[in-house]
């Protein structure tokens, strides 16, 4: 069964950086598209970041120039580098996982990791 763990968030001040990590597992990179969402109180989930098997990358309007999605075939990782981080960008952040790109826009995706939380002060 493939399996997503999701660590690196925490509490930060605004301006401040955070690098999360996705850790892929049962299943090969190779053949996944991998997305990273997020999910603030209140809110609906909405995609921030994609990287494709074929290493196509999308990001969210919001998080462009900031943050920075990549990943590691050999270690089955995904990461995402997130810099002048603020306050808005407080969230559950969740990585997922689809072998259909369609799915990972649309944000239907098989399979989802338990989420970490990013609190970013002001």
């Known amino acids: 069964q493939v399996q997503l763990v999701e660590s690196g968030g925490g509490l930060v001040q605004a301006g401040g950086s955070l690098r999360l990590s996705c850790a892929a597992s049962r299943f090969t990179l190779d053949y996944y598209n991998i997305g990273w969402f997020r999910q603030a109180p209140g809110k609906e989930r909405e995609g921030v970041s994609y990287i494709s098997f074929t290493d196509d990358l999308y990001y969210a309007n919001s998080v462009k120039g900031r943050f920075t999605i990549s990943k590691d075939n050999a270690l089955n990782m995904v990461y995402l580098q997130m810099n002048s981080l603020r306050p808005e960008d407080t969230a559950m952040y969740y990585c997922?996982?689809?072998?259909?790109?369609?799915?990972?826009?649309?944000?239907?995706?098989?399979?989802w990791g338990q989420g970490t939380q990013v609190t970013v002060s002001s």
């Open positions: 997922a996982a689809d072998r259909d790109i369609g799915r990972i826009l649309a944000g239907h995706c098989d399979h």
